[in-house]
């Protein structure tokens, strides 16, 4: 387990919010060394936090992170990726970059002032966004939190994966588990096929009558089209394979019932994996960041903002191409640092 509690965390950045460059009265902090804050301390704002503070020893680099779980996990797997991340917040403060855990709220680009849920307000000279994403409402009939819950997408959070995982394990031998894939840009879209596998793999070995079906409202780009079919090589009838196009729109949800009514079908699961229709992070859309399709357009040769001079992107609320995965968020990391250097 990792030695710094909680608390250690709130005081770190209580002391950067009397103390630090960027919690002091504008007129009184007169910083000597450019102010960049950023938002958000998953994967996105951790590689551009290192990559800055590597490009720019002299800059004072605070990263705001909401999610108290999110830099403490230390030798953890994370069962989202099945990866193994490092301890974010030791590599962090071994590059002298501070961590606040706060929620930023809103960010008034006159003052160059970020206000966080805590009354808190910390001042910028750059603000880098890696908010990741929100479940977008599609105004579909049915779908309430009660159906959110029962019916866990397990895209952004620990407790739905495990959520979804203990449906999986409950489920009686011949049942059928449906993944929906929602309409238009989502984090990861590999993982929706990839976790397929992985159900399917699961159900072969525990409960050989049950299958997958994959209801599919997204446009499957070529790479997603290849892992299709190797699944359908590999586990044969254990995956069907609904579009959206056969299904047709989303119409209603039937909770009670575990139903899923389209314009020209319905489909009845056990287990029902409904990801939701996904969009920016929710301080990059109110901050003025993201365009009508709720993503965030960014100049691909240095992350900065269509929409906003002083603001860069990281991460999946951006809409840029080659921005699929980790790998790729290193290397926006760099761009971004040699653009603020
Ligand atoms: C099922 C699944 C499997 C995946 N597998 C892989 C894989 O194998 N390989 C791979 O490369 N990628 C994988 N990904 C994708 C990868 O997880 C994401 O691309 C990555 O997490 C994006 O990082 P991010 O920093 O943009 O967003 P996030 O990881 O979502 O981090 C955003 C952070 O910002 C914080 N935040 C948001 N708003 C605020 C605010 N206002 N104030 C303070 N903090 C805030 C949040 O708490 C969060 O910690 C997978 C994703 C899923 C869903």
């Known amino acids: 387990m990792s030695s710094i509690s909680r608390r250690r965390l709130l005081a770190t950045g209580a002391g950067i919010a009397v103390a630090g460059a960027f919690g002091l009265p504008a007129i009184l902090a007169r910083p000597a060394h450019a102010r960049v804050l950023i938002i958000g301390g998953g994967p996105g704002g951790v590689a551009a936090a290192l990559a800055v ?13 909401r999610d108290p779980t999110r830099l403490l996990r ?33 960010i008034d680009w006159q003052t160059r002032r970020a206000e966080a849920l805590s009354g808190r307000s910390f001042a910028f000279d750059h603000v880098i966004l890696a908010p990741g994403i929100a479940m977008r409402d599609e105004h579909i009939a049915g779908y309430d939190r009660e159906a959110a819950e029962r ?3 397990g895209w952004t959070d620990r407790q739905g994966v495990a959520a979804l995982a203990a449906n999986i394990r409950a489920m009686a031998n011949g049942g059928t588990v449906i993944i929906r894939i929602p309409p238009g840009r989502m984090r990861f879209p590999e993982g929706a096929y990839r976790r397929a596998g992985e159900i399917a793999r699961y159900l072969e070995a525990e409960k050989p009558d049950a299958v997958v079906v ?14 299709l079919a190797r699944l359908s090589a590999r586990f044969g009838e254990r995956i069907e394979y609904v579009s959206g196009e056969l299904f047709g729109a989303m119409r209603s949800v039937e909770t009670e019932n575990r139903v899923l009514n389209g314009e020209r079908m319905s489909l009845c699961g056990d287990v029902i994996n409904f990801i939701p229709a996904q969009e920016a992070g929710r301080i990059a859309r109110v901050s003025g960041l993201a365009d009508d399709s709720g993503w965030c357009p960014v100049e691909s040769e240095t992350g900065a903002s269509r929409l906003h001079q002083r603001a860069y992107l990281i991460g999946d609320s951006s809409a840029v191409a080659g921005n699929a995965d980790l790998a790729a968020i290193d290397r926006r990391a760099q761009i971004i640092a040699n653009a603020i250097a």
């Open 151 to 153: 019916f866990p997408h």
């Open 214 to 227: 994959i209801l599919d409202h997204s446009q499957p780009g070529p790479r997603e089209v290849a892992m």
């Open 53 to 65: 503070k590597a490009k720019s020893h002299d800059a004072d680099v605070l990263v705001v992170e």
């Open 74 to 106: 230390q030798n953890e797997t994370d069962i989202i990726t099945g990866r193994r991340d490092p301890a974010d917040y030791h590599k962090l403060a071994a590059a002298g970059v501070e961590v606040s855990l706060d929620d930023i709220r809103s």
